[in-house]
């Protein structure tokens, strides 16, 4: 049943909206977004909702999931630190298409549910830790990408510095209501930096995001 129901969401929600990188398309078909909601509302794990995984937070919507993870443009060997755990969905994903994942979560109790899971099904390359994403995870810096899965008022230096040369950055920011995903390269001789398209992205909480 769950089978049936995730082949749907890639034909409607990432094939559909237009995703095309064949490796993307192959990590929505293998990761059981199900197993990442509470069993009370398993029936709407592939629908273009985005459901509540507890805290006030929500696990991102399949097509920006989608549209996030092929903008990061991976090969396989790269390094990713991901900010904003939440579910662990977009973490395993990343797994599947990445060499290795560190991953951020400033609420312990989404993190440690997501490492649970995450080790359950066996992504032994990633490794999640408790704290404030805003100021990067600098013990394993500098990562060949970093995807930030919550909306910031501006982009916290301190990602910019654990980018590696050639790497990319992939952020959402704006205000509480509305966001655009900046999309940050570190070339030899300094930064490129384009906008895309508005997003809702919960907000970032930190010393270099929202304050509470
Ligand atoms: N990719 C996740 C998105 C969850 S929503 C998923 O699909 O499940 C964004 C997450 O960012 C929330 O879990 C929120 O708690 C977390 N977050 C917000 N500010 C943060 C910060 N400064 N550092 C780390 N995580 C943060």
């Known amino acids: 049943m769950f089978e049936r129901w995730r082949e749907q969401m890639v034909k409607e929600l990432v094939i559909g909206a237009g995703i095309r990188d064949p490796r ?38 399949p097509t920006t999931v989608a549209i996030m993870t092929e903008m990061l443009e991976l090969q396989g060997d ?31 109790a989404l993190a440690v549910k997501a490492r649970h899971i995450l080790e359950g099904l066996g992504y032994y390359r990633v490794a999640i830790t408790v704290g404030d994403g805003s100021l990067g995870w600098a013990a394993h810096a500098p990562y060949d990408r970093i995807l930030v899965t919550a909306g910031s008022p501006a982009v916290p ?12 950055l992939i952020i959402p920011v704006g205000d509480e209501n509305h966001q655009i995903l900046k999309v940050i390269e570190k070339t030899d001789s300094g930064f490129t930096e384009v906008e895309l398209e508005a997003f809702k992205f919960v907000p970032l909480i930190g010393r270099k995001g929202w304050q509470l």
């Not at 990590?27 to 909702?49: E, M, N, T």
């Not at 939440?86 to 973490?91: N, P, V, W």
């Not at 230096?157 to 990319?168: D, E, K």
């Open 78 to 108: 790269e390094k990713v630190l991901e900010v904003g755990t939440g579910s662990g969905y977009q973490t395993a994903i990343l797994a599947e298409l990445a060499d290795r994942v560190f991953s951020v979560e400033r609420i312990q």
């Open 24 to 61: 993307v398309i192959d990590a929505f078909r293998k990761v059981p977004r199900h197993l990442f909601v509470d069993p009370a509302i398993r029936s709407q794990a592939y629908s273009g909702k985005s459901l509540p995984i507890g805290y006030g937070q929500t696990i991102s919507h």
């Open 157 to 168: 230096p301190a990602l910019i510095q654990q980018l590696n040369r050639g790497g990319r």
